[in-house]
């Protein structure tokens, strides 16, 4: 799943690469997804783990984020407060790729 959070975050056009992996309370990918740029000229933009929750918000259990840098290596992040109070509304739990 490393692997799969690093190359979706190596597709995100924005300056810092940030991805999401979406699972069941199984443990099942259920859906996954880049941040996008944010500024309105270019088409706005929406972070990577509110992708997810809006993908499938009823099957969802857990997010797993990653930020890589240019070379695919793993960066540390803590989602926004935005992401993470709708999350804590949704009984959705967001950790780091970091931590796992």
Same mark, same amino acid.
């Given at each position: &799943? ?7 975050? &190596? ?9 999401? /992996? ?5 443990? /099942? ?5 880049? #941040? ?5 000229? =270019? %088409? %706005?933009?929406?972070?990577?783990? &509110?992708?997810? +929750? *809006? +993908?499938?918000?009823?099957? *969802? ?9 240019? #070379?695919? =290596?793993?960066?540390? +992040?803590?989602?926004? !407060?935005?992401?993470? !109070?709708?999350? $804590?509304? *949704? %009984?959705? =739990?967001? /950790? !780091?790729?970091?931590? $796992?």
């Amino acid at each position: &799943m490393i692997e799969r959070l690093i190359q979706k975050a &190596m597709q995100s056009p924005a300056k810092h690469r940030v991805s999401a /992996v979406g699972l069941s309370n199984r443990g /099942v990918v259920i859906a996954a997804a880049f #941040n996008k740029p944010r500024f309105q000229k =270019k %088409g %706005g933009g929406i972070h990577a783990e &509110m992708a997810i +929750m *809006l +993908m499938a918000p009823r099957c *969802l259990h857990t997010i797993v984020i990653a930020r890589v840098n240019k #070379n695919g =290596k793993i960066l540390p +992040m803590d989602p926004c !407060s935005a992401c993470a !109070s709708k999350a $804590r509304e *949704l %009984g959705i =739990k967001i /950790v !780091s790729a970091e931590e $796992r």
